[in-house]
């Protein structure tokens, strides 16, 4: 279900976020920009509940972790719009998402 709904968001991000005219990505489109740190660098050849499953099966999180982390997601892409979550970056993003909502309701 996390996968489902962090998939939409990056489909509508990809399709407002227009690629520069030099081909790199990072291109602005609808006052939304791609993050910096994954300009120029190729999507993932893995998908997102792919990637999910991956890290589920490795890193042994709790469930609460991953809706935790879509809310993550979800208020970085509503409290900066600027900021897309592109196919470019959405990995990277909910590994940092994974890794504080571990933190913050697993830690003691």
């Known amino acids: 279900m996390v996968a489902r709904a962090v998939q939409r968001?990056?489909?509508?991000?990809?399709?407002?976020?227009q690629p520069a005219p030099d081909g790199r990505g990072g291109g602005r489109g609808l006052g939304m920009r791609a993050f910096e740190a994954a300009e120029g660098a190729?999507?993932?050849r893995i998908g997102v509940?792919?990637?999910l499953e991956r890290v589920?099966?490795?890193a042994a999180?709790?469930?609460e972790c991953y809706v935790v982390?879509?809310?993550y997601v979800d208020m970085a892409a509503h409290r900066r719009p600027a900021a897309a979550v592109a196919s470019r970056n959405v990995h990277r993003l909910l590994l940092a998402?994974?890794?504080v909502a571990s933190k913050v309701?697993?830690?003691?």
């Open 97 to 99: 998402s994974l890794l």
């Open 9 to 17: 968001l990056v489909a509508r991000n990809d399709a407002v976020v």
């Open 49 to 51: 509940p792919e990637y």
């Open 69 to 71: 982390a879509y809310a």
């Open 105 to 108: 309701l697993d830690d003691l």
């Open 42 to 44: 190729a999507p993932p």
């Open 56 to 58: 589920h099966r490795y």
């Open 61 to 63: 999180l709790d469930p």
